[in-house]
């Protein structure tokens, strides 16, 4: 394996990102290096998926799940690899997933196992919640043909190389509600004689925050955040008629998810009545939660012992979405985190890059733990 090569892989990736649902040259990119690399061709899945199979012999079969896509951020770094592409950037660390994907494929490729059948798919759209949900839909993909799915994600804060576990749930299930409040405009001197949803906005936000529970370790956490409010324009002599507000709502359990979604609705539609606002709401940025399956916890684990790396059990899920939830709903599954460094930006911060040196820590893993599952 050519650690140099993936570098440059990876910076390539770096430097011409591509938002979710629209990964065409990403998916270009992936094919080229990697049939250059083995002649292998991958197949198409989904929106801009990429599929290799490897069927070495009666066994477990395994799904390994890499992500692809970019963020709508503008990086303010200044290396030599920096984004091209004005306000895109890759600040989740797609582009280093990429990258351990494609080299697990090259090592499976020169280093067939004993057994089983392994598949790696280069999943898009993962940061909107579209992406698992488009290669399930897709009937070139048969989820039932596999016993259990794994993937990874890069942990800034952590040492690297060090792996994070934990059985049940490792990402909560997440949402974004989007509100509509329409009423009627009036003079700003006389509001009364029309209906303003600022002030519904307003009482909506209040419950809102009055009723969530951010206790990241009480069972029944939940969050309901406001993430975007438009109200109204900027002419002053108008009292708004039109305002809408979003929100994003997460919870461990999915089931959790949906009752605080449900009583959350309830009092928005209370509130709009109250206010002679017509309501009309959508979903969307929909992730499952994420549920760890205890047998292939255990198998990382193990594969982190065998490769000597520190390893750590996580005891709460981590609070941010994830749409391999939807794998894991579906199948056994689990998802680990790799350490990229303690000094290292947050996620989705705009100087954030991916570390190189944890590209053959999360090849070598991913191969280990298929190895384990399907010699199993």
């Known amino acids: 394996m050519n650690q140099s090569k993936l570098t440059d892989f990876r910076k390539s990736l770096h430097q011409n990102p591509e938002l979710s649902g629209y990964e065409v040259e990403t998916q270009s990119r992936i094919k080229q290096f990697i049939k250059a690399k083995t002649k292998l061709e991958g197949k198409n899945v989904g929106q801009f998926g990429t599929l290799y199979s490897f069927d070495f012999a009666p066994g477990k079969k395994v799904l390994i799940r890499v992500d692809c896509d970019a963020l709508p ?11 091209k592409v004005d306000g895109v950037s890759h600040k989740c660390g797609h582009d280093g997933h990429t990258t351990i994907g494609a080299g697990l494929v090259m090592k499976l490729h020169n280093e067939p196992l004993s057994a089983g059948s392994v598949d790696v798919i280069f999943q898009p759209a993962e940061e909107i919640g579209e992406g698992a949900k488009g290669i399930l839909a897709d009937a070139n993909f048969d989820i039932s043909r596999y016993d259990y799915a794994v993937a990874l994600h890069n942990i ?26 329409t009423g009627k405009t009036a003079h700003a001197a006389q509001p009364l004689t029309g209906h303003n949803p600022s002030y ?24 309901i955040t406001p993430v975007f409010t438009e109200i109204g324009s900027r002419d002053y002599g108008i009292s708004a008629g039109y305002g809408e507000v979003h929100f994003t709502i997460r919870s461990w359990e999915q089931s959790k998810m949906e009752s605080v979604t449900e009583a959350f609705l309830t009092k928005v539609k209370s509130i709009a009545a109250a206010h002679k606002l017509e309501l009309a709401h959508e979903f969307t940025a929909v992730f499952a939660a994420n549920q760890n399956n205890h047998f292939v916890v255990d198998q990382i684990l193990q594969s ?15 609070p941010w979405g994830e749409d391999f939830g939807l794998f894991t709903q579906t199948i056994p599954g689990a998802m680990f985190g790799l350490g990229s460094g303690e000094n290292t930006p947050a996620l989705h911060n705009p100087d954030y890059d991916y570390p190189d040196e ?9 191969y280990a733990i298929a190895q384990l599952i399907v010699e199993s």
């Open 200 to 223: 519904a906005i307003a009482e909506i936000t209040q419950w809102a925050l009055e009723n969530e529970q951010t206790d990241e370790k009480h069972p029944n956490y939940h969050l």
């Open 156 to 181: 800034p804060g952590k040492p690297l190389h060090q792996v994070l576990y934990k059985k049940d749930g490792f990402t909560p299930a997440v949402q974004s509600l989007i509100v509509k409040l």
């Open 73 to 83: 951020i503008q990086e303010i770094n200044d290396f030599s690899h920096k984004s």
């Open 358 to 366: 944890i590209t053959e820590t999360g090849i070598n893993l991913f």
């Open 304 to 318: 982190a012992k065998d490769l000597g790396l520190n390893h750590s059990e996580k005891a709460e899920p981590f």
